[in-house]
Structures are given as C-alpha cells and as structure tokens.
C-alpha cells in the first residue's frame, strides 16, 4: 500500500510537467513507469546543515561542509569525524556559508582541495570565494595548510542568496568550472563586466583559462564560460566529456542545462517559470537565442546538486544524473544519452523523502546522500 502511494506521488510530479502546455520543443518527455527502487536506504551519520561532500580519492576518508562554516572529514569504515581546523572566515547567513568542497586532480600527490564559501565584503554586502589548499589528516585530526583564495564573485552585493558556488574538474585534470549564482540581482546574469549569473572555466590556480569565449572583452568575462544562470547548484561532467548543470528556477522553470561553451541560458529573459509576483517570465522558446534546458521542472522541485554516476554497483544506470531535490523532498534520476535527457525516476521512500542537499558516488559506487537542515542524515544507498 505504501509503495503505490509512493509510485502515485512520483507519478504526479512527473505528469505535472509533461501536462505543461509551455513545452519547449526538443524537450524530452516524461517516463512514466512507477518509481521501483532497487536499493536500501541506509542512515550511517548525521550532520549539523550539511552542504557538500567528497570522498577523497586513495583514502578511507569523505570530507563533508556544514554550512554553518565547519569542515569536517569523516573516516568511512570506523565513523570517526574530525573537525579541520584553519577554515577561511565565512559569513554564514542566508544561503551563505561554507559551500562545496572536491579534490584537486592532483590530490594523490598534494592532498589539495577546492573549498567554496561565502565571504563578507565592505557593509553587508558578500560574494562567494574559492580557495584551495592542502588537507592534511594525521592522528585523528586535521587541518588546512595554505589556503589561497583563487577566485572570488564580483562585485560583491547585499543580500544572502543565490550564490551557486558548486565546483567540479574537468575529466581530463586541467580546468576548473565554478558555478556562480546571480546573487538575487537578476540582470547581472546577462552583464559580461560582472561574473555572477555565469559558469566560469578556470585553469586549476583559478587563473581565466585560455580559450574562453568572450576573453576578448576584458576581465572578468575572461573567466566566462556560460551565462545566464540564476542559481546553478549542480555541476557534473558525464563520462562521454558532456558537462551538465542543475539550475534553480523562480517559480517554476527547475533545471538540468547541457553546459557548451559560450552558450546564454536565458535568465533573467527567459524561464519555463515565472516571477514569485506572479509576473510571467517568456518561457523558451525555439529561436529566441538562448539555450533551453534539456529537462525542465514545474511545479519547482528545488534541485540542490547533480551527481553523474560512474560505478559498478548499479551498472543500469552509469551514466545517468541523480539530483537531490529541496522542495521536491526527493531523490530523483535523469537518464542521460549523450546530449539528451529523459526524467526517469523519482524516489521519495523513507529517509529519501525530505529535502536532499547533496548526492555523491563513493569509491565502491554505491550512492550516498544527504539530507538537509539542523540534523540531516547521511544516507548510503546499496544495490539489492
Ligand atoms: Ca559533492
Ligand atoms: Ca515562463
């Protein structure tokens, strides 16, 4: 009986956008087979507004962000956590805190990780920052060595939302790609003279990479990979080199956007969701010169992160986006083939059903998860 009610929910959520009038052309349809799930669900820990988390290639060890401004890392076979000592300053408010945290392509032999957060500027405006420097784990505690901030939004504006600031590597070691939210300001997501609102590509010590394609127009479009973004949260490479980003819309309009090079994304011009005024937003639409998302979701589902699996332990699905959803109080898998996405699940049994904040794939490939909020659970997901 719970497990209809459950299929029936998913079901809804899914039948909802594809019921949407508005839909833009080469978007793909819903699946709308029930929502099984080939896993249990697994509560291993919990953590105070967890945020992000990685596990550290060649370790035992996951490091995981509190938003609140702590960085803990988590030793996964005995459950010990350490508090790293030498976090940056951070200006923990609103959607602000200590933010995403992945290894370096060369973590083997530094030990370095990317780290973002929110950082105060002059009165009470902030601006999102990564650092990188070295984690170092040794008897039972750890520290940061030699932080740099190598990167930072500007300009730094008032309000405490909006940041994106989720980090991923390119496949190949050489690049880093920074999310980077509109920070509630709406048209600096089109403005090429600010770098909120874009998708930047960096070389590895945060340097504008070579190669960008509006370089020609000084700093910081130089950084600029993409624009038009409103509060991107998500970001993944898939194994065919294809990168993706998950996008929080207005009301309405959630997104997962194939990320190419140079491409506009629309906002603030174009959203398959409206104003929380209720003023309609143009939705995308063939020819208008931005680029559509390829799944779109309305009513909002809030995503929170983009995972893109890789592993052994559920072979069906490499290849495949998982994405943690907020508001949707879901986990939810996108089938990814090449450049096309097709909504497939939607898994809101157990724990599953709460807001979602991060998703991750650890060594062994099963899926890990976290919840959001004051006392939000670490989840493992292991194939049945
Ligand atoms: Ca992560
Ligand atoms: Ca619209």
């Not at 909802?16 to 052309?25: G, I, L, Q």
């Not at 940061?144 to 190949?172: C, F, M, N």
């Not at 194939?258 to 906002?267: E, V």
Request: glycine content about 14%; charged content about 20%; hydrophobic content about 35%.
């Amino acid at each position: 009986m719970r497990r209809i009610t459950l299929v029936m929910a998913g079901a809804a959520l899914l039948g909802a956008c594809s019921a949407d009038p508005s839909t833009p052309s080469g978007s793909s349809p819903s699946t709308t087979g029930p929502s099984s799930q080939p896993f249990t669900i697994t509560e291993v820990a919990a953590f105070d507004e967890p945020w992000a988390m990685t596990f550290l290639p060649g370790t035992s060890y996951a490091a995981i962000t509190q938003r609140g401004g702590q960085l803990l890392v988590r030793e996964m076979s005995s459950g010990e956590v350490s508090t790293v000592e030498g976090v940056p300053e951070i200006k923990a408010e609103g959607q602000g805190g200590l933010g995403d945290v992945i290894a370096s392509p060369d973590y083997a032999t530094t030990k370095e990780v990317y780290l973002s957060w929110a950082e105060a500027g002059d009165g009470s405006t902030a601006g999102a920052a990564v650092g990188r420097g070295r984690l170092v784990i040794a008897d039972g505690a750890a520290r940061l060595e030699g932080l740099r901030v190598i990167w930072r939004q500007v300009p730094k504006v008032e309000g405490t939302g909006h940041y994106g600031h989720r980090l991923a590597v390119s496949p190949d070691g050489t690049h880093l790609f920074v999310t980077s939210g509109e920070r509630q300001k709406f048209d600096p997501a089109q403005d090429l003279g600010t770098n909120l609102g874009k998708i930047l590509r960096l070389n590895l010590d945060g340097t504008p990479a070579a190669g960008n394609p509006v370089a020609a127009q000084g700093h910081p479009a130089d950084e600029e990979w993409t624009l038009g973004h409103r509060n991107p949260l998500g970001i993944a490479f898939a194994p065919d080199g294809t990168l993706w980003s998950t996008e929080m819309g207005p009301k309405g309009g959630d997104e997962l956007n194939l990320i190419t090079k140079g491409a506009n994304y629309g906002w603030p011009k174009v959203s398959n969701g409206s104003h929380y005024s209720g003023q309609d937003i143009p939705d995308h639409a063939a020819g208008d010169g931005f680029e559509a998302p390829k799944v779109w979701w309305n009513p909002s589902i809030s995503p929170s992160s983009l995972m893109i699996y890789t592993g052994e332990a559920f072979p069906q699905w490499r290849g495949d986006a998982f994405i943690g959803a907020l508001s949707g109080q879901a986990l939810l898998r996108v089938d990814l083939d090449g450049t096309a996405a097709t909504k497939a699940e939607v898994w809101t049994q157990g724990a599953l059903g709460t807001r979602i904040r991060e998703v991750e794939q650890g060594p062994d490939g099963r899926i890990w998860v976290l919840q959001d909020g004051a006392d939000g659970k670490l989840l493992r997901l292991d194939p049945t």
